[in-house]
């Protein structure tokens, strides 16, 4: 038997990476059953959104109706980790981090030389991470992030990206990070997410072997170098203060490509293309029987055009509240969407019945419709009907918006198990 690897999910949603790692297999819910990636436990979990309301903490509300009660915290992390810090409460041992974190700005306000060390901008999530890092150095670490994260912010590109390598750097880690659209790897919808695996105390590593071939996401997720772009190589400080003031000074382009590696500081960066010749999934492939589709998803008489428009191309004179008038245009997107390809990345604002340009439109049996909660679920790879405990049409939406698509983490989680076997 392989040894257990224990995981902390933080930023936990509806139980994403949960999900791809563990399993799932409740005899109550035979058809949600999800083979584990390996020999993985969660053993702490944290999920809050941050006003606080009640009202607002329905994902919560749906991992603990998954997962059990009292399967996850549902407090403001940093006051949790806080408490723990105190003594007040305690986290369970756990060899594995995980989390789907907020692209923020993680500027740091003061150098460690400073007796009181790093200090980053308050209420910014990754600093939580850093905190639990900083408490137990786990030896796996998992992250998720939109792939802007390796360019942002626009004054001075690649800087919150490079704070966190320094971080990492400065706790002990080796880094892998790969820019992974779900649909090149034949899943049914085209989402890309940065990935960002890091091992503590890792033996010395080959920068360019790791990177294409023994890395744990080259072999998860193969990639091959696009010789049309020279790759980067720089090194990264230890300290995020001086990362927070130098890096990325007067670049219009990020050093940091789609993916890399760092190990001691030093930056192995290429842009990449995917390597992939398995089977392929489609929108239509995930479409539920009409039948089964309730009536208010249906699209048509006045509100048709309400829907064509926002879908359609514009070229039009408006005008600010200030007065100044100018030319508004953009170009048509696909109206309905296509069956035959993957589906356009989800967003959180997928649910209710008002027309948009982002939401999915779909025509089956000869009419138009918007996708239905149950196969945003299949989009993300969670069961049919995981978020279907009495949440509404937009709140469910709102879920899988934020959520990741579970065959990856899975999938990066089969090449971890294996070599902890």
Not at 88 to 93: L, T
Request: charged share 25%.
């Amino acid at each position: 038997m392989p040894k257990e690897i224990r995981i902390a999910e933080l930023f936990a949603g509806v139980g994403g990476f949960r999900l791809g790692l563990d399993g799932y297999d409740n005899p109550d819910y035979p058809t949600f059953h999800m083979d584990p990636a390996g020999n993985f436990r969660t053993v702490w979990a944290n999920q809050w959104e941050p006003d606080g309301r009640d009202s607002k903490q329905f994902a919560w509300r749906c991992y603990e109706q998954r997962f059990g009660k009292g399967s996850c915290v549902n407090e403001d992390i940093a006051v949790a980790l806080e408490e723990v810090r105190q003594g007040k409460r305690e986290i369970p041992e756990f060899d594995m981090l995980v989390g789907g974190f907020p692209c923020q700005d993680y500027s740091v306000a003061k150098p460690l030389v400073l007796a009181s060390g790093i200090e980053g901008k308050k209420g910014v999530l990754w600093w939580s991470i850093n905190t639990l890092l900083e408490m137990r150095h786990p030896k796996y670490v998992l992250l998720e992030n939109v792939d802007r994260l390796l360019k942002s912010p626009s004054s001075q590109r690649g800087r919150d990206f490079a704070i966190i390598l320094s971080c990492l750097y400065r706790l002990g880690y080796s880094v892998e990070w790969h820019v992974i659209n779900a649909a090149d790897y034949g899943m049914a919808q085209r989402r890309r997410r940065v990935y960002i695996y890091a091992e503590y105390d890792a033996p010395k590593w080959d920068l360019k072997d790791r990177l294409f071939s023994s890395g744990v996401e080259a072999r998860a997720f193969p990639i091959e170098a696009d010789e049309r772009f020279a790759p980067e190589t720089f090194s990264i400080s230890n300290d995020p203060y001086e990362s927070t003031n130098a890096f990325g000074i007067g670049m219009k382009v990020s050093q940091f490509k789609d993916a890399g590696v760092m190990q001691s500081g030093k930056v192995l960066t290429y842009r990449v293309k995917p390597v992939y010749n398995g089977s392929r999934k489609t929108l239509g492939d995930i479409l539920i029987p009409i039948e089964e589709v309730p009536e208010e998803f249906f699209i048509s008489g006045k509100n048709l055009k309400a829907w064509e428009y926002l879908k359609g191309g514009k070229k039009e004179e408006r005008t600010t509240s200030a007065g100044f008038t100018y030319t508004y245009s953009e170009g048509p997107v696909a109206f309905p969407d296509p069956l035959d390809k993957p589906s356009r990345t989800i967003l959180t604002g997928e649910g209710g019945r008002g027309a948009s340009r982002t939401k999915h439109v779909v025509k089956q049996d000869g009419r138009l419709r918007r996708l239905v909660p149950d196969e945003l679920d299949q989009l993300q790879h969670f069961p049919r009907g995981w978020t279907n405990d009495g949440m509404t049409d937009g709140h469910r939406a709102f879920c899988m918006g934020n959520a990741l698509v579970t065959e990856i983490p899975h999938r990066i989680g089969a090449i971890i198990a294996e070599d902890n076997d």
